[in-house]
C-alpha cells in the first residue's frame, strides 16, 4: 500500500552527506506535513523530523528536512557508522484517509 | 513510556489481542495526543493500523478497518488492539505508538514502544 516512494538504498563514505528522497502525490505529500523515522537494527523506529524540517529534542543538527511540491528530502551530514538503519518518510494520505509510509531507505556507511 | 504486551503466538482464524500500557504521564495529558498502532512484518516496512483519541474517537486503515478494533481504558492508562480472523500474512512486530496532531494534516509520531512480535501459526 506503499503511496510514498524511497530509494531502496543509498550509501557514502564517513563525514560524506547523503539525501533520501521521498516521493508522493497532491493527495500526500502535496498538502500535508511530512516526518521521518530511523530505524536503527532490531530497534523500533524513531522520530527524527517532523512538520516536515523540524527536529526533536536531541536529534543532532546534522539532520535535516525538507518538503517541496509532492516531495521532501531527509538530509544526513558528516555520515556516522552510527548512522547506518533504515529510514522511512510518512504523512497523511487525505484520499486514502490514512497515514502512509515510504518504502524505506537502507542507508549504509561504507 | 510505550510497553505492549501480548501472546507472541496466535492461531490462523483466531484473535490477536495487545495492550499498551502509558507510563510517565497521563493518556489524557493532551488534546494533541492520539495513541496507536504500528505493525512491521519481518524484513517489509511500516503499515499504520489506526489511532484512538481519549475521548474514543477511532481511525483505522481502510484494509484493516473490518477486522480491527482498539479501544482505550484511562483509568489504566492503557489501550489496546483486538484483531480477528488473523492469518500468516498478520505476523509482524507490532508497535504502540503516541501520534501528535498539532492540526489537520499535521501529524507524526513521536514515541513508541519498543515492539511486540506476533505470530500467526498453527
Known amino acids: 500500500q506503499s503511496v510514498l516512494t524511497q530509494p531502496p538504498s543509498v550509501s557514502a563514505a564517513p563525514g560524506q552527506r547523503v539525501t533520501i528522497s521521498c516521493s508522493g502525490g497532491s493527495s500526500n505529500i502535496g498538502n500535508s506535513y511530512v516526518s521521518w523515522y530511523q530505524q536503527l537494527p532490531g530497534t523500533a523506529p524513531k522520530l527524527l523530523i517532523y512538520d516536515s524540517n523540524k527536529r526533536p529534542s536531541g536529534i543532532p543538527d546534522r539532520f535535516s528536512g525538507s518538503k517541496s511540491g509532492t516531495s521532501a528530502t531527509l538530509g544526513i551530514t558528516g555520515l556516522q557508522t552510527g548512522d547506518e538503519a533504515d529510514y522511512y518518510c510518512g504523512t497523511w494520505d487525505r484520499s486514502l484517509s490514512a497515514f502512509v509510509f515510504g518504502t524505506g531507505t537502507k542507508v549504509t556507511v561504507l | 513510556q510505550l510497553q505492549e504486551s501480548g501472546p507472541g503466538l496466535v492461531k490462523p482464524s483466531e484473535t490477536l489481542s495487545l495492550t499498551c500500557t502509558v507510563s510517565?504521564?497521563?493518556?489524557?495529558?493532551?488534546?494533541?495526543?492520539?495513541w496507536g498502532w504500528i505493525r512491521q512484518p519481518p524484513g517489509k516496512g511500516l503499515e499504520w493500523i489506526g489511532n484512538?483519541?481519549?475521548?474514543?474517537?477511532?481511525s483505522y486503515n481502510s484494509p484493516l478497518k473490518s477486522r480491527v478494533t482498539i479501544l482505550v481504558d484511562t483509568s489504566k492508562n492503557q489501550f489496546s488492539l483486538t484483531m480477528t480472523s488473523v492469518t500468516a500474512a498478520d505476523t509482524a512486530v507490532y508497535y504502540c505508538v503516541r501520534m501528535v496532531v498539532v492540526a489537520i494534516y499535521k501529524d507524526y509520531f513521536d514515541d513508541w514502544g519498543q515492539g511486540t512480535l506476533v505470530t500467526v501459526s498453527s
Open positions: 484512538i483519541h481519549h475521548n474514543g474517537i477511532t
Open positions: 510517565g504521564g497521563s493518556i489524557m495529558s493532551s488534546s494533541t495526543y492520539y
